[in-house]
């Protein structure tokens, strides 16, 4: 691979909750703890933390609007989790390709014998 996988935003879109949030966002261009709380089988307080780790990771930016903060998909950053997503999967397709290919070799050997 070109460039090393980020494992902080790995872990972040790792659960499935905060995949659901992001979802939501990109769906309704933003959101907030309480917006999304009312679409997700989750508390406000438990969506407030996944956003927490969502921002950490930079996929979403937070702007105070009152009270609250409005959240919005950060596109480039989830643009870089995609590409590194698409990285991982060309290596694992390579390596399979691999053990593919050395395991008809052994069945070749094992059917000449």
Known sequence: M????????WSAVGDPTRRRMLDLL?????GTATSLSKQLPVTR???AKHLGV???AGLVRAT????????QVDEAQLARAVAQLS?????WDARL????????AIQRAREAR
């Open 26 to 30: 990109l769906a309704d261009g933003d």
């Open 97 to 104: 390709r691999r053990i593919k290919r050395i395991a008809e």
């Open 45 to 47: 307080q438990a969506i």
């Open 2 to 9: 070109t460039s090393a996988v980020d494992d902080d935003l």
């Open 64 to 71: 105070p609007v009152g009270r609250e903060k409005r959240y």
């Open 87 to 91: 990285q991982v999967g060309a290596a």
């Open 54 to 56: 969502l921002d950490r």
